[in-house]
């Protein structure tokens, strides 16, 4: 996870704080996946003054976590590297689902120190090759955490095929990475599919929508459509008009105006 990540995760507000290093007993929640924080010219002032403002408070939380050193009494544990200290490493629970693999991740405990806690995952998807001489394209995200227990959703990797394997390393602000989780993927009942190629239509695979109220879904819609206005269009032509379709016929979720 490169620093210039952490920072961007720092700037949003995302980092750990030692009253949600506690264990909830609530649903647990979906982790986002890290977007650039960047500056465009039509944002407007008081958000481009905000993300300034933001950042520089991460550069301040970067510098206080290079004064410190890592060290086993601060929660730091060995890495893939002798002699090496970094964050811990998560507890994964991978289910394939469709094209996609849900990813529950749990901590045991979150360290206090900057220098050690980790405040994302990364994340990656990769199996075999479906064309001879093309070597394994993983798929690669990285999650901020909210606290000790998240789930994250990716992607099977692209012109790849099962058996797929799963990947996690946890990340600091430092750019400090914990030992490498690597887990096989077990295929559903139905078989395992191909991971989807760019450029190349999708197979029509139509799951059932389970677990889900209007209630859930619209938060989702409408958070997602206050930060980005044209991608609430592409949700209302793509999955919401699909979910409708769905056994149960969903109520249409309320989209920002």
Same mark, same amino acid.
């Given at each position: 996870m490169p620093v210039i990540v952490a920072i961007g995760l720092l700037a949003g507000g995302l980092m750990v704080s030692a009253a949600g290093a506690r264990r909830s007993s609530g649903p647990i929640p979906l982790l986002a996946e890290v977007q650039p924080l960047t500056i465009e010219r039509d944002m407007p002032k008081a958000v481009q003054a905000r993300i300034q403002a933001a950042t520089r408070q991460a550069y301040a939380t970067l510098k206080r976590a290079s004064k410190q050193q890592p060290s086993?009494?601060?929660?730091?544990?060995s890495t893939d590297f002798a002699g090496q200290l970094g964050p811990p490493a998560p507890e994964v629970e991978p289910r394939v689902i469709g094209h996609h693999v849900e990813v529950v991740v749990r901590f045991r405990s979150l360290p206090t120190s900057l220098v050690c806690r980790p405040i994302a995952v990364l994340v990656s998807t990769i199996g075999r090759p479906t064309a001879a001489g093309l070597g394994? &394209?993983?798929? @690669?995200g990285t999650? %901020?955490?909210?606290?000790p227990t998240g789930r994250?959703?990716?992607?099977l990797p692209p012109y790849a095929r099962p058996p797929y394997q799963l990947?996690? &390393?946890?990340? @600091?602000?430092?750019? %400090?990475?914990?030992?490498?989780?690597k887990v096989d993927l077990a295929c559903p009942a139905t078989a395992c599919l191909r991971g989807d190629a760019w450029g190349k239509p999708k197979p029509h695979v139509v799951l059932p929508l389970r677990g889900l109220t209007r209630a859930q879904l619209e938060p989702i819609v409408s958070c997602d459509g206050c930060?980005?206005?044209a991608r609430a269009v592409h949700h209302e032509r793509g999955p919401l008009r699909q979910a409708r379709s769905l056994p149960g016929h969903l109520p249409r979720?309320?989209?920002?105006?």
């Open positions: 086993r009494s601060r929660g730091c544990t394994p &394209r993983p798929w @690669t999650y %901020r955490l909210k606290g994250v959703v990716i992607q990947l996690v &390393r946890a990340g @600091t602000v430092q750019n %400090r990475e914990s030992r490498q989780i930060r980005h206005p979720p309320a989209l920002p105006q």
